[in-house]
């Protein structure tokens, strides 16, 4: 059966109204973000203010050993908190899917709502692409909103030390442009994909949030010394993301064919 997008358009519209009557979840979502961009100003701003106690030296040249004798510490520092930090931001384009497609799904089939959508002509692929959409669209905004005010409060406060403005960087523009959609496009799979094998949104989303560990973890491993952050290693993220995502969609489209979902659950 042919794509139609209007079709795709229409699933898409109905989930958008739906997340939008769900204040729960809208408060959820406002959480993540929140604490993403608060956390790194603070940081920023305590190296701003204490530029030269002596124990930023020591955490300096425990990343860098080679550290001039002239170099801040403080710029350094703040340096490598802004590239590190990008690991962690990519939780929220992940997240914020999971939160929304966990409820696409699964949460129709609690409210008893999934039985109608089935029963219209919509097909599999029409149903991934507007459920999809439904999750994506407010995960990339929210992404780049907290993006924007994240580099106002770097400059902001980081400004009398540096004297000029330290975001947006090209990593992280690129990053935002680029790789945060990729990552919300695999946390959207991902929970498109575990919420239409349980029963419960709450299950799908608990289980779904266990793809974050493994980005947690190499962000650990940045802050621990082990793993050097930068473009390169960034863009190596989202290609390997960028093929994830592509399994992801050929798996949800399979999973999501109206007939099995009728057998699974009807």
Not at 30 to 50: E, F, G, Q, R
Not at 78 to 103: C, E, H, N, R, Y
Not at 185 to 205: C, D, H, K, Y
Not at 241 to 248: F, I, P, S
């Amino acid at each position: 059966m042919a794509f139609r997008p209007r079709r795709a358009l229409a699933v898409f519209w109905k989930d958008f109204l739906d997340l939008r009557k769900n204040v729960g979840l809208l408060v959820s979502m406002a959480v993540l973000p929140t604490v993403m961009v608060t956390v790194p100003i603070i940081v920023v701003w305590t190296y701003v203010n204490t530029p030269n106690q002596a124990d930023l030296r020591s955490v300096a040249q425990f990343y860098d050993s080679s550290l001039p004798l002239g170099a801040s510490a403080a710029r350094f520092l703040i340096d490598k908190t802004l590239t590190d930090w990008f690991g962690l931001f990519l939780v929220m384009p992940i997240f914020v899917p999971i939160l929304i497609a966990s409820q696409s799904v699964a949460g129709e089939k609690e409210r008893r709502t999934l039985e109608p959508l089935l029963a219209s002509p919509v097909t599999a692929a029409e149903l991934v692409a507007g459920k999809s959409l439904a999750s994506l669209v407010p995960a990339v905004v929210i992404t780049w909103a907290a993006f924007l005010v994240f580099s106002v409060g770097v400059d902001i406060v980081a400004w009398p030390l540096v004297q000029g403005p330290l975001m947006p960087n090209a990593l992280w523009t690129f990053g935002v442009l680029v790789i945060a959609p990729l990552f919300a496009f695999f946390g959207n799979g991902v929970a498109v994909l575990i919420s239409a094998r349980v029963s419960e949104a709450r299950m799908a989303q608990q289980i779904s949030a266990l793809v974050v560990l493994p980005l947690v973890g190499m962000v650990g491993g940045q802050v621990a010394g082990v793993l050097k952050a930068g473009f390169m290693y960034y863009a190596l993220q989202g290609a390997v993301v960028l093929v994830l995502d592509l399994v992801l969609l050929w798996a949800s489209i399979r999973l999501l064919d109206r007939e099995r979902l009728v057998s699974r659950w009807g």
